[in-house]
């Protein structure tokens, strides 16, 4: 017998997994890099098929000879369709509960934030309170509580960023992006140590040829592409610039914003041969962000006490983030069965905050009497007052990995195991006070000097003085610490009377030596599909899913850190139904999870915008228990949209506070999202695309008060984001005008952020009544209604 080997593709060099193989009443399929390889009788004419949902089917007429082997390369060419956005379809996210998602043409999305990050807010269990922020809450979650990865490899947020206004450009590009996987909860043993959530991105390899720039009003990016000797070499490299400043200027905030926020990447592939591959993906990135604030005006309360606080500024705010990544990759597939990764990785990031800003504030009373001819004026001062905030922090932080990774296809199913060993070397100075001048206001305090070295790591207190100060902390520390971690994993499949059973089933360990701790997470899931309803499937995940604490976790609010800190430790059961049905003649698809997490050696925090700030003890219990439902589908003819909905609950039991449970930060009670596509049947070249977010209000309280008596819930958070686009050249497609055919496609946008002009509420500012001895929470508002413009070409 005669071998035909070799991969299967799309245009973009993409490798093609699930391809249907077809010939001499036989069928293969293609693994997950599009490679394939079948036997053939010599000396024959045999017609091989090439077919996949989606793809134009291909045919390859061959006659092999008696020996040897044969690499047929295949290309597909995909279907047109009238708007193909997003493919959610996947066998993984009705066995695993994750969402593999398939941007093809995720520009199309509206808002702020169009990265990814945008996108997976609109998904059940997901919250974000603030467009500013790519942060985002996951079933109750903190910030940290959740796994990005890229090309398999961890990523990192900054570190010290206390706003969404600091944060600029996400580590991911949306024009590198090949799939996306999601999962809020139960997922298995091979994605890493976290208790929420798990984003998995792959980027692709590069087109043959291709330039793609896109330009707005918020800034701009320009990607290049190409492929060489003899299409084994591909090359990608991309610039993002990005400001904010058009969304600031819409703040209460009057002052001048410098946001300037740069990242470039560059992705690198090489098939040496058929079974063995390298790949290098770089980045660096170059966050600042300066402020001159000069006045804040702000009315809030009740319509019987209208209240009114304007503050006047002097100085300045500085921060910058720099951060650098380099990752090499090495694919080896010695059988067809049979796939190793080799991975190796640095990353650091060097973040600063200058700050010296005195505030000088006036809360006065407004006039609410609807008749009179002042009415919103000023009527009554209630209190004059200053503050003054000081920064000087600095950190730096190195991670480097080496990691080995297998998957083997044996009788029993599929099995993945890897091992990853991560150094940390970070250098902490942290020094920051706060002077409140108001009467019966300002709290003396005066810290004492520390002075120790526990596990390599050395620590000093310094206390600021000659003035009484709200807050003053002093502080620096030097960590270096290493992590090894494992896991085995393996997934089975059978049929019982035409019913379709998978278990998936594996073993997670993590062994850190800065509290020479080892935690081991076994975790499980099984799901079941009718044999007489296929389109019904039922899945149950439970598992340990253990943190240990990075550094934010062990640092408590003062800066002092915690060397007998130990894991975080949440419980999952998760229960879910996926229900696949038509309507309207048109597919559409219904998922539910129930899920319940019982929580210990949890580490407390209050969060203020997206700054979390812990106490660094093991020292609460809690739970978190919701619902989760997402029905997505055509509702408009060819496109996708969808509409998620979440009702949890999410409370921690602090030890010796006699509170009992209390809701944690990040507990809002619910979320409901909408991601919704149009066109005009009459002209599908114009298209409209919309963001509803609708979110319940976080607990708050007084600052330094107990978590107990943080009573409060801010309001709402209300957001419509819309974007009508005019497709001038679409990809594949003759255009009207005969010179726009040189390009690969031309579009033009415009959108309205907040289109409802909504209020929402980031956090809080607290300020005194001097007559009435009275405290205010004045809120800090996000952007208002705004209008952006792009422009995207691709060549």
Known sequence: MAKLQGKVSNDRGEGLEGVAILYRNQSSFSNEDGRYQIELPPNQQTTVLFSLIGYHIDTLVITPGKTGSITKNIVLKAKENVLDEVSIIDQTQRTEGGISIKPRELEFNAGPMTTVEGLIRTMPGVVSRSELSSQYSVRGGSFDENLVYVNGIEVYRPFLARSGQQEGLSFVNTDLIQDIYFSAGGFPARYGDKMSSVLDINYRKAEPFGVRAQASLLGGSLTAEGRGLNQRLGVIGSIRYRTNQLLLGSTDLQADFTPRFTDIQTMISYELTDELDIEFLGSYARNNFQVIPQTSQTKFGTLNEALQLTVFFEGQEQYFYTTTFGAAKATWRPERNLRF????????????????????????????????????????????????????????????????????????????????????????????????????????????????????????????????LWESYDNGASVISSRIMGYIDQEMRWLNDSSVWTLQAGLRANYWTWNNQLTVSPRAAISYTPGKKKYLTWRFATGYYQQPPFYREFRNIQGGLNPDIRAQVAIHAVLGVDYQFKMWNRPFKLVSEAYYKYMYNLIPYEIDNVRIRYTAKNEAVGFAAGLDVRLNGEFVKGTESWGSLSLFRVMEDIENDGAGFIPRPTDTRFSFAIFFQDYLPSNPSFRVSLNFFLTGGFPFGAPQAPRAEQIYRAPPYRRVDIGFIKVFKEEGKEAKWKFLNEFRSVWVGVEVFNLLQSRNTVSYIWVRDVSTAGQYAVPSYLTARLLNVKLTVKI
Do not use: C, M
């Open 341 to 468: 990764e080799f991975i190796s990785s640095a990353y650091q990031t060097v973040e600063e905050e200058l700050t010296d800003v005195i505030g000088y504030y006036r809360l006065a009373e407004l006039n609410n009497n609807l008749g009179s001819d002042d009415f919103g004026d000023v009527k009554v001062l209630r209190g004059v007052g200053a503050y003054q905030s000081y920064l000087r922090n600095r950190l730096d932080a190195i991670v480097y990995t080496a990691e080995g990774k297998g998957t083997w296809v044996n009788d029993f199913g599929t099995t993945r195991f890897g091992l990853r060993y991560e150094y940390n070397d970070i250098i902490d100075r942290y020094k920051e006070w706060e002077r409140i001048d108001s009467a019966g206001y300002s709290v003396p305090h005066t810290p004492t000097r520390v002075d120790s070295v526990v596990n390599d790591t050395t620590f000093y207190f310094t206390p600021a003085t000659g003035l009484p």
